[in-house]
């Protein structure tokens, strides 16, 4: 052992540089793979946090003639028969969709003090029926949800409860409610995880009579606990061939005729399910996940493949004095043992700087861009599962060195006679493809990802977004038209209008229906104020805009977009039988009204006449002239917002912020995906760096007699150059495919893509190209410029 640290430390004394280069270059590839693999851990545990997850499904249907994909969305009545349906459902649970998932459900109430004073709160809440405590894990810390439950109960969340209460008992407090009801604190739950679809939030008990009969009204998420996984499509075929859906929804209705398909997705799959609407679970990705994880393993093995380089490049400056050691009479076993050890040693020095990198790495606002905690009592098997990689990497980049190291006979290499074998050659221009490869495709990726987040950022949306304020102001609905004109009294407001939903804020918005020339339709509906084309810009297609006089009609007015015309035939100056009614007056261009994951879908814009104006005023929108002051602006709005709301403070939004939030996600996991592939572009170019060094130095010699021979320095720059030039296009060829392929599934998670350019590929090429040229050219120009005779001499 003696033997094996004299040895390492004389490698650390002599090759300081080459050693901390290597610690650096591997503490930060450890340090990126093991954040990888924590926000990896988050993604693939998401509601594994409930006991027996793999028990729990939820219900999603299908309707070709209705929805355009699976939704989560129900009649209560529906749930109640469908829970009665078979002995495998050993508990259900149904929450109202309205509140379930939205981070725009919210409580508004206040708590009295025992001075009397009140504290005026705005929390998320959800409204559920109590068997939803039976199927999701909860651990109440207060109370408890086993006995009588009742409308006039809430539980909420540790968190929740200390914020109002302090540190009194939570278990028995009352909320009131603005309107005046009084809720009572039942429990008090320890707070979930953030990676489940189950937020800590308030939950209010669903009225047991709410719609018990309704089965029009579909506004309910069912979720059902079995008791084997395996009886799921047991449940399925069973129910769709029992109950009568005529009896329940129509003489007409017929489940074979409509192609309705069910489906129960496992609750552990709802994170990952794409492609759903009314669903308002964070979702992500499993291509963007994959993606994650391989660049995870490039980073590590282009980080163990410089090790091994940097290792062999030292070669030239070793290898005498390790066969010196064996014509002394050390064992190869042991010299070989030595370099392994090296290795190893150096592997595990870089684990613990890359533990202080990431301790560095949480106090950076990069940080945000990671989901999960990274303390490292949070992740006990990532962080020693990464020490075994560790050993691993350490153990593979000293294995090969060692054994090239001592495989020369001892007395050539104290004469000077040594090279490269043609497998050693072999080997070398294996480890540049491996980088090359890694490079071109990580750019590419990187380069598409950012595209398609600026696409969908940035496209025109088919109406005017510039100088538009936004405003949630379903606070003060009823205040509306009086709130709009004190509005409109600041010089630098040009219009106004109102909406029930804020646009361009969702993957999809509310379905009614319509019997429309006989035919029952389903459609997207978002009511607006008559102005609201106007003020947003919104061009009419065919027939007329929305006037005053549609609003202060009876029934109100519709625009339908391209879509719902030729996909159902809609004509001008047609109505809906029924309800809704109204004429339709106008049809307009297939505008982006949603997110650019989900295609078209039919849509109309209704102007609700004076049969009802519910939710009009729910969102305002505010135009401000090109020239006004922004920021006096939103002063005078929000003096205005706090005279009719002084107790919570109504969100102001730029349009353009309303678009980012809707691709948040999409643009934390690009920006994730961006940083890594740019460290590990970095950590491949410095591999690239030490092959060159390692080439240039084997071929001293030769360099040295072309020199003395009449070459130029440039002439052997370009043979260098030249060389590498043939590996890079071989790698390109093979990169290009691979990344065309995993950009083309990845864009799969989107209707609305951004183009495969060609450029992208020629501009990844150029780079990779560029800085392999100027590393090969500055280390070959500093070979070629030495004293020639010296080069040979030192052979």
């Known amino acids: 052992m003696r033997p094996i640290i004299r040895n390492l430390v004389s490698v650390i004394r002599r090759f300081k540089l080459a050693a901390t280069l290597n610690v650096l270059g591997l503490s930060v590839a450890f340090a990126a793979f093991m954040v990888i693999m924590i926000q990896l851990d988050y993604h693939y545990g998401f509601d594994k946090c409930h006991k027996d997850h793999d028990k729990i499904f939820r219900l999603e249907v299908y309707v070709p003639q209705l929805t355009p994909t699976f939704i989560p969305m129900f009649p209560r009545p529906f749930a109640d028969a469908f829970f009665e349906s078979s002995p495998h459902i050993v508990a259900n649970a149904i929450t109202n969709h309205a509140s379930f998932g939205d981070s725009d459900r919210h409580a508004f109430f206040h708590v ?93 008990i669903l009225h047991p009579d709410e719609n018990r009969n309704n089965w029009g009204n579909f506004q309910y998420v069912i979720f059902i606990r079995v008791n084997d996984p395996s009886n799921a499509p047991l449940i399925l075929d069973n129910f769709t061939n029992t109950f009568d859906f005529a009896r329940a929804f129509g003489q007409d209705f017929s489940v074979e005729e409509w192609e ?15 492609n759903m609407q009314y669903d308002f679970a964070p979702k992500v990705s ?13 980073i590590v093995v282009i980080a163990g493949i410089n090790f091994t380089n940097f290792s062999m490049a030292l070669t030239p400056m070793r290898i005498k004095n390790i066969n010196t050691q064996r014509v002394m009479g050390a064992l ?42 990274l303390s490292f009592a949070s992740h006990p098997l990532i962080f020693g599962g990464a020490s075994l990689v560790t050993l691993l990497v350490g153990f593979l980049a000293g294995a090969y060195p060692a054994r090239y190291m001592t495989s020369f006979e001892p007395a050539l290499v104290l004469k000077g006679s040594f090279g490269l074998t043609p497998k050693g050659r072999m080997l070398r221009n294996a480890l540049i493809a491996v980088q090359f490869i890694a490079s071109f495709a990580l750019i590419v990726g990187a380069l598409f990802m950012y595209l398609q987040n600026h696409f969908m950022q940035n496209s025109h949306l088919g109406f005017n977004k510039d100088g538009i304020i936004t405003i949630d102001t379903r606070r003060i609905a009823d205040h509306r038209d009086i709130f709009a004109e004190r509005i409109k009294a600041h010089s630098g407001v040009e219009d106004i209008t109102f909406s029930t939903n804020l646009l361009s804020s969702a993957d999809g918005y509310i379905l009614w229906g319509g019997n429309y020339r006989g035919e029952q339709l389903t459609f997207q509906v978002l009511p607006v104020h008559y102005s609201f084309f106007e003020v947003m810009g919104i061009e009419i297609s065919e027939g007329r805009s929305f006037s005053l006089e549609d609003e202060e009609s009876e029934n109100g007015a519709w625009i339908f977009n391209e879509t719902a ?35 078209v879908e039919p849509t109309g814009f209704y102007v609700m006449g004076t049969r009802g104006r519910w939710g009009q005023g729910n969102y305002t929108y505010v135009k401000l002239h090109e020239s006004a002051n922004v920021n006096a602006a939103i002063s005078h709005i929000d003096n205005i917002l706090v005279d009719y709301e002084p107790n919570y403070a109504l969100e102001i939004l730029y349009f353009d912020e309303v678009i980012k939030r809707l691709y948040e996600k999409e643009t934390r996991l690009s920006a994730l995906i961006t940083l890594f592939s740019m460290l590990a572009i970095f950590i491949s170019i410095v591999g690239v760096f030490g092959l060159v060094v390692f080439d240039s130095e084997y ?97």
């Open 332 to 373: 190869q076993s042991t010299i070989r043992a030595a370099i392994v050890f090296e290795a190893v040693f150096f592997s595990l020095l870089s684990y613990f700087v890359a533990l202080l990198l990431i301790l560095l790495f949480k106090a950076t606002p990069l940080a945000g861009l990671i989901d999960s905690d």
């Open 112 to 204: 009295e003090t025992d001075g009397g004073a009140r504290r005026y709160y705005k929390e998320k809440v959800v409204t559920v029926a109590p068997e939803f405590f039976d199927v999701f894990t909860f651990d109440f810390v207060e109370g408890s949800t086993g006995g009588h439950v009742g409308t006039e109960h809430i539980i909420i969340p540790q968190s929740m409860a200390r914020k109002l209460f302090g540190n009194q008992p939570a278990a028995g407090k009352q909320i009131i409610l603005d309107n005046g009801t009084n809720l009572t604190v039942l429990a008090v739950y320890r707070d979930l995880p953030s990676n489940t679809i189950i937020e800590n939030k308030i939950f209010t």
């Open 565 to 599: 015309k030729h996909q159902f035939g809609m004509e001008l100056n047609t109505s809906f039988d029924g309800w809704p009614r109204g004429e339709i007056i106008g049809f307009m261009p297939d505008i982006k009204i949603a997110s650019f994951r989900m295609s």
């Open 286 to 298: 499993r291509q963007t996940l994959m993606i994650l994880f391989a660049i995870a393993i490039v």
């Open 699 to 795: 071929r001293r010699k030769e360099i040295g007699v072309r020199k003395v021979h009449g070459a130029t320095t440039l002439s052997i720059i370009v043979m260098f150059n030249k060389a590498y030039f043939k590996i890079l296009a071989v790698c390109f060829v093979i990169a290009a495919p691979l990344a065309w392929y995993t950009v083309t599934r990845w864009l799969e998670n989107f209707a609305y893509k951004t183009p495969m350019h060609w450029w992208v590929y020629l501009l990844a090429f150029a780079a990779v190209a560029l800085i392999t040229v100027c590393t090969v050219t500055f280390q070959n120009w500093k070979v070629a410029n030495d004293d020639p005779v010296k080069s040979i001499k030192s052979e």
């Open 260 to 274: 309705i398909d069910f489906r129960l997705t496992a609750l552990s799959d709802i994170h990952f399910t794409q």
